[in-house]
């Protein structure tokens, strides 16, 4: 019997395609994952870049109410202390109760208005325009209705 070259099953001429063809199939994989990430991550800021708006927030026991924001006029007792005031500065009211410790009514208003440098409050005050959530705007207007408000910056 003639002497025969060893038989290797599976190697041969198609054993470099079948490496090429697993690369690509491996880069495949690895540029979708990179594509699902980069749209998770920049989705929404794609849009916005689009000018889209953004999607509305999921309703949910995780999701924050949506809280409003209302103008409340304020008057601040002090003229001189609402002069230093600049539209966009953040402050605290303070109520000055008589008999007890002074408290504060809202922490953190963005003051929305002031008046005009040659406005003068006639009756010894000078009116705010705050931007704050509507309870502390009608907590604002019971308690500036019968004891004198004060302002600090923040």
Known sequence: MPEFAP????RGP??????VRRRRRVAGVGLAVAAAAALAAGGTEARAQRGEAPPPPRPGPSAAPVVRLVSAPVRI???ATVRLLRVGDRVDVVAAERGGPPR???AG???AGVPDRDEE???GGALVVL??????A??????GAVTPLAVTLC
């Open 7 to 10: 038989l290797r099953v599976g």
């Open 14 to 19: 198609g054993r470099l395609r079948r490496a």
């Open 77 to 79: 007792a002090d003229a």
């Open 104 to 106: 504060v009514v809202a």
């Open 109 to 111: 208003a963005r003051v």
């Open 121 to 123: 409050g006639t009756d």
């Open 131 to 136: 931007s704050v959530p509507r309870d502390t």
């Open 138 to 143: 009608r907590q604002l207007v019971g308690v």
